[in-house]
């Protein structure tokens, strides 16, 4: 930790911040500049993160030298994490492909979307039984009954699932279906929830908040490793920008900051991402090719009848060419699909 | 709702639309301009709001004639709501203070606090017991032993105390000691958590998040209303943009167009809004004069050894101090303190 | 200047960095810490804030001491600048209120108009002869026959008149007219501008960027004064960010921030910062209260016949009932009207 | 365009209104609903679109329902635009490197990294002689010396150079060297620059604005074009985001919007759209996936000594390395390189 005096600050307050750091248990060094004094905290920098050093009469700023986040951090394993999934794998050179509806709606919705995409070359089926919707008035999910149906959708095409849990009360129920638990951008930092996500020993999917930082991200999956679940997937999938002619803005710089940042597999999803149907390829491509473990797709056979999102969902046909064309991106940047 | 078709979309497509609409149960009124057929659609908008219009081939754009909310819309109620916190009524011409620190930290530390505030003019306290923070290695409050504090600190002062819930798991425990609920900005989108304060008879004060429009507050208020608690406030608290010299941006723009747009109070919080110290009496005078119904604002004794928040609380003078310029703009704008 | 090294930087390459500030004739001292080298660098930090320190091989980051500005800053004046405008002084305890319409549009508009403002209270006379447009297809504004016409409303009023200046071609004609020169947000960074303006004699209103963080404002005011014009004034007119139910996000929370930072004088422009009329009024009491030494503001007789921006201007009488609701808010903060 | 009313509007507003609509010259079609009423405008939009029907009393909203650029829109053309820069075309199925360092600083560096790159791949040899910079003390170019180096690396290399522009004053200088300019982020919307680079034929690339809409882009572009210069091209650079990671947040969902909005050939801008050395080749990757004609990369053969930029530019072996993989990328998605 670094810390700054205002240029107004006197020798008594430079003194106190001294004195305090030290009671601390902490050793200081300070450097006399013409207009600033800089007080360097030498030792466990863990021990005064939590301390309100702004707080002091005489700071300027405070810079912490090491970061917050230390079990999903790179340098913790210094190697990629695989995370497996029934029987998928992601983080490795394959790239995997989650698709399926935005919502379960019935028997015969999920059953024939589910074996479509797994003919096409998904390996893991999403769909949402319970919905995050802004509105009240707007179609929830399913809840129980549409997790029963995603159950007979795996049974049918040995697909893994993953679906959303949204509330502490319902991850019981939610995670005696689920293979793959998603955690949804309005939830990031519900932080009850992490918690408890992460004392299960399934696989979690957590999806950055449209206003998260990448910072605030892993800080939540650091909620999630630190009680003792490491198996967790990063999902971007848009963030709020003033842009109006897409629903959110993809942000694909964020895959590489997160390969150097963390171990933790990276998913894209294009479909909110970019929230329209016809740019959702594109973004598909472009996540590949900037090093996503995995994608999130939504398919909907007939989108103009879709409960939820039909305006972002494609087409079983338009998925199957994309997988295509996905194929050959992720072999072009050396991976496989 | 209006639907603008394509430049390119084709007399099959535009039927198409036509008949479905009329299938919903709504009536239609086509439009043909030189490059772009207008398809107004006739009828409670509230039926075809969630249908996925924009997912059918030719149509470019859809616009919806009324808005999403109703049961928190100006509209519903023609005037100004109250809302009362044990003896204190919000939303009327007097101003509301609700201060306290960040998080209750001891027995002497809440009490000590809360006879200072109230001495100065608060009529709220505020403090958090569960505390929402973006590291699991940060305080995370003192739980029930802070509630049971707080519950002195209103016997100490008469004050009426307001609190965080952040899980449907705690609400029956919090809702035991609170006199209002506050649903943190983490929390706006926890739509089972708004479900379930909804269902209390408890006054809830629903913060904005960081990435929230007014438009997503409003209806996550809308939550709450439509389970039938109209005691709600709603809290301007800061959004994220790219601004770095203050924490977050408060948005005092808020503050008129949600007079306009909902009967609901409006409280805003300078301390988070702005998150620096020395910048908060500005903020909070400005916000009275934006038309802020209440005010929350952190205040701590010994700011250098708070848990959470120290940057930006207020010490006892410095709030003393502030009241006496916030009752006079409230004056100045026709209100009292 | 303080530099932060990756965990894995070699001591080959911290040798080098070392190296490198010696031989740009400044002192290092080296802290060594478990996980990360932080090296200060001792000396006036202009001599390498232009250095590329994070392109060298180890480097993690690189956190400056001091600040970029250095003629716009408080420090450099410890007292805050007056800047007259022709008799007015922008900077006192009095508020000053410019007005007038969005743009010059005929000698009778702008007459009326300035003759209307200045009975209510204004002192300054706003009107754009050369007006920078999204479109090239809108009203571009009168040139210089508006500079013309606002000369003789000049004439008789006895207001001094603020006017844009778009380009430095144009300079040397608007400097004839004006009293006080307008970069436009557009134009905040049009450096070249900037230094042109910086060699008149002339008082000059820079207003900040959609997308400028308040560093930048204050960087781009350093072009001017550094070519030797102190006469400067900021004024705070909105940022872009993802809420659509205003035009912008007045962000007020720049005004104390602004008053800490700079000794320039602060104006606040609530018309473009929240760009809906019936929100204007609030806004600019919430302007005043924040601390602003004046505020600018559209008025227009006939808002539905208004070349440009009717929907966000003030009809006369709006402004003239604002401005007594101006003085009560600006008394109450202990300045006068 | 449609207007729709607010649900207290008279009868007498909504008259007056539809008056004033029929006295533009265009007819109306008046749907009247329970709570609103909707004023369809029949006619050609163009001739309304600047009207204030915003201001009129009784207004809620007003939508338009054309767009509002014109000779930009891919439905202008209807087939994709090539630019030719010297011998190079883009906009093309071969995708187009432009590289080069930030700055030129003297002969030798410029000549040492055009032939570097010439013989990687790159077709264009980007380089400024005139920069913007956020502050008066940093380097700002070399001007018209560097232009004339610029000329002797094309001279060598026999690649067209492309160089930035800033002020009218400076364009017949620099169109006099360059084969094709740049404007920056910087002037996306100064617009005396863009109309005086319409009446030139060069060639023009438009840099996005930081927080500059896809809307406001083209509007800018068709400024040029309007001028009769349809020569240009749009580049996608980086918006500003609260994300800080990163410089900017490259925006690649801009890609596909773009090609399906103009005709208007896309370039990409990892560089400056990230801002960090480490992530600008999974930038480079995934713009190419996402539908670029061309990208532009700086590269500098001494990063630690470069003038400006050095954090995010590519040294030249990584500059090669990247080369191969954009080919394979290229290819991947039916395009060469």
């Not at 379960?104 to 998904?122: D, H, L, N, R, W």
């Not at 319970?130 to 509105?135: A, C, I, L, Q």
């Not at 998913?267 to 473990?293: K, N, Q, S």
């Not at 994608?295 to 087409?315: F, N, T």
Request: charged share 25%; net charge neutral; glycine share 8%.
């Amino acid at each position: 930790m670094i810390i700054i005096t205002r240029p107004d600050a006197t020798e008594a307050q430079i003194e106190r911040i001294v004195d305090s750091v030290h009671q601390w248990g902490l050793k200081t060094e300070v450097s006399r500049g013409v207009l600033r004094v800089v007080i360097g905290v030498i030792g466990p920098e863990d021990k005064i993160r939590e301390k309100p050093l702004g707080a002091f009469p005489g700071v300027e700023s405070v810079m912490p030298v090491l970061k917050p986040y230390k079990l999903v951090s790179y340098e913790f394993r210094g190697t990629p994490s695989h995370v497996k999934i029934g029987p998928v794998t992601v983080g490795t050179p394959e790239v995997v492909l989650m698709a399926g509806p935005c919502s379960v709606e019935s028997y015969e919705q999920i059953t024939f979307i589910a074996k479509s995409v797994a003919k096409a070359g998904a390996k893991i089926l999403r769909g949402g039984a319970f919905k995050p919707r802004t509105s009240p008035y707007s179609f929830q999910g399913l809840g129980k009954v549409g997790l029963q149906f995603l159950h007979e959708a795996r049974e049918l095409t040995g697909m893994p699932i993953i679906t959303e849990v949204m509330d502490t009360k319902d991850l019981e129920l939610v995670a005696a279906y689920a293979d793959c638990l998603q955690i949804g951008a309005r939830n990031m930092q519900n932080f009850a929830l992490l918690r408890e996500v992460g004392r299960t020993n399934l696989p979690v999917m957590l999806k950055r908040g449209m206003a998260a930082s990448i910072k605030d991200l892993l800080m939540s999956a650091e909620y999630i490793l630190s009680e003792g679940n490491f198996n967790v997937l990063l999902c971007e999938r848009g963030i709020r920008t003033f842009e109006t002619m897409t629903r959110n803005t993809l942000d694909l710089n964020a895959v590489p900051v997160l390969k150097a940042e963390t171990h933790l597999p990276v998913v894209v999803d294009p479909t909110h991402g970019v929230g329209v149907r016809e740019f959702v390829p594109a973004m598909a491509l472009a996540g590949v090719a900037a090093g996503a473990d995995a994608l999130m797709l939504e398919v909907h056979h007939e989108p103009e009848r879709a409960k939820s999102d039909g305006e972002q969902s494609l087409r079983p046909h338009e998925f199957d060419d994309l997988v295509t064309r996905i194929r050959r991106v992720a072999e072009a940047v050396g991976r496989s699909l």
